[in-house]
């Protein structure tokens, strides 16, 4: 695949590097997930070279490739979506947490083991929560030389596996610590600690050949050096950790819809219907086309993120756009892709169905689309403020109509119930139909909140306006019917364009 000009030249050769070691081990890929067995084999030569590295910084005995490095490993491996999935679960079972909050000490022990290929996992969900992080049950109470964790697990990729867990517990229930996100810290659990165990496997789609489960914790002892941060910063670590997840899942969807289009494409230059081949329908071509779109786009949202990353911007808004476009995005394309296939879209001899089932996991795992929403709404109005403030409007004296306008009220010192409700009433002339905030009243009123709320509150009392409350206090007022007719006479709102004969208006 063609780089992007912003990689550097080690990236651009690595790229080639990684997708021809997937040609070679694809064919072990599909006999492991026939036989439903973990492929062994294929993790041990992705240790021996070292492309666990990819993201590990040079000092620590990696690739120093950076973000960008990890999602073109990631895309490449995950033309294989069971080995795909345990490869990136073992760059977030720490890697980010480690390199930026882990101590000199950690970076030392646990860099070099994860670049060696030692697989990793991260455990969040528990049966108590899930997308509601934050409300998880698991307990870590402070011990002699580290902490004791007690509680569950569950939907845990490499679950018995991984030789490395990044977990996450409860260590306060201070309602205040609750309130700031200061009641969870991070841990990295090693298999093998007494009272550490997995208590079931489970049947999840797209999971034939790699293993996802719960974990049990009684009374498991992690000593002091295997936290990471402080105790009570396992929100900040986690949150961090997930939109380096939401950027990796994106560059797995890369080398899934790389998988659909090098199926699809070729398959209907060969299958012939109605006298000719089936890519010369113009329906096949348009969902080929949409194949395309999405693969391009969404590389350009993944490589974007990972860029981001590099250069140590807050990827917050990008990662969780990325996540929530690809996922979507390689979703709708596997159904597409089947469509376009017919019956043969639908047997495990092509890998469509298996990418359709890998897709929908991940339109779940690593935060659900309804939470990347979430993300993306209180993130984008927060990074977008300035371009999202309201336009001042005022009233045209020639045309008689509403027009944008750069002037700026001149501001009163004092506010009084008649100057207040001409400002709303005249508001009613541009914005008929909205409220005015406090904002919008205070640029006319060089005035202390209590003062405003006053006279707004004397004006709701008597029914001249209509306040709208938040938690906060007042937050928008509207001038009611009385109120406008107490501001303004009748004639003052009437306005009919020219073309409006005489006779038609009373």
């Known amino acids: ?102 101590t000199e000490e950690q970076k030392k022990y646990f860099l070099p083991l994860l670049t060696k290929g030692e697989i990793g996992a991260i455990a969040i969900t528990e049966p108590y ?36 867990y990044m977990v996450y517990a409860r260590t306060s229930t201070s309602p205040e610590d609750r309130k700031n996100f200061r009641h969870l810290t991070a841990f990295i659990v090693e298999k093998g600690a007494p009272g550490f165990s997995v208590e079931m496997i489970n049947e999840v789609i797209g999971f034939e050949n790699i293993q996802n489960g719960v974990l049990d914790f009684h009374d498991v002892h992690v000593p002091t050096t295997h936290v990471i941060g402080n105790e009570g910063d396992g929100w900040q670590v986690m949150t961090g950790g997930l939109n380096f997840e939401r950027t990796l899942i994106s560059a797995q969807t890369l080398g899934w819809l790389r998988e659909l289009l090098g199926n699809v494409v070729p398959f209907t230059q060969r299958r012939v219907q109605f006298g000719q081949p089936t890519s010369s329908l113009v329906n096949n071509q348009f969902k080929i086309a949409d194949l395309i779109t999405t693969y391009k786009t969404a590389r350009l949202l993944t490589y974007y993120t990972a860029y981001a990353w590099d250069l140590g911007w807050d990827t917050s808004l990008e990662s969780n756009i990325a996540k929530l476009y690809n996922c979507e995005g390689v979703m709708n394309a596997s159904l597409d892709a089947i ?67 750069n002037q700026v009220p001149e501001k009163q010192a004092t506010v009084d119930a008649d100057g207040l409700l001409k400002v709303l009433a005249e508001d009613y002339r541009v914005n008929p139909g909205l409220h005015m905030s406090r904002e919008d009243l205070k640029a006319f009123f060089d005035v202390a909140d209590e003062s405003l709320d006053g006279v707004l509150l004397g004006l709701e009392s008597r029914g001249l306006v209509k306040l709208h409350r938040d938690r906060k206090g007042i937050a928008l007022a509207k001038a009611t019917y009385e109120g406008l007719n107490r501001a303004f006479p009748a004639e003052h709102y009437r306005w009919f364009p020219e073309w409006v004969e005489a006779e038609n208006i009373f």
């Not at 998880?136 to 490499?158: C, D, H, Q």
């Open 1 to 102: 695949m063609k780089g992007f000009p912003w990689w550097t030249e080690e990236q651009l050769a690595f790229e080639k590097k990684v997708n021809a070691f997937v040609e070679e081990v694809i064919p072990l890929d599909q006999e492991t997930r026939w036989k439903r067995k973990f492929p062994r084999e294929i993790f041990k030569r992705i240790s021996e070279q070292g492309f666990t590295g990819a993201g590990v910084p040079k000092a620590y005995g990696g690739l120093g490739l950076g973000a960008t490095g990890a999602c073109i490993a990631a895309e490449a491996i995950s033309r294989m979506p069971g080995p795909g999935r345990v490869f990136v679960g073992n760059m977030l079972g720490g890697l980010r947490q480690i390199i930026e909050l882990g």
């Open 129 to 164: 929560a899930g997308t509601d992080a934050a409300a998880m049950e698991m307990t870590a109470r402070p011990g002699e030389t580290g902490y004791i964790l007690n509680g569950k697990k569950r939907f845990i990729v490499s679950a018995g596996v991984a030789s490395r």
């Open 339 to 405: 469509q376009v296939m017919g019956g043969d879209g639908l047997t495990p001899f092509y890998p469509l169905s298996a990418i359709m089932k890998v897709a929908k996991v991940e339109n779940i795992a690593g935060g659900t689309m309804e939470a990347c929403r979430l993300v993306i709404h209180r993130m984008g109005l927060r990074q977008l403020a300035d371009q999202l403030k309201m336009p001042r409007r005022i009233i045209h004296e020639e045309l008689g109509v509403p027009v944008v306008t």
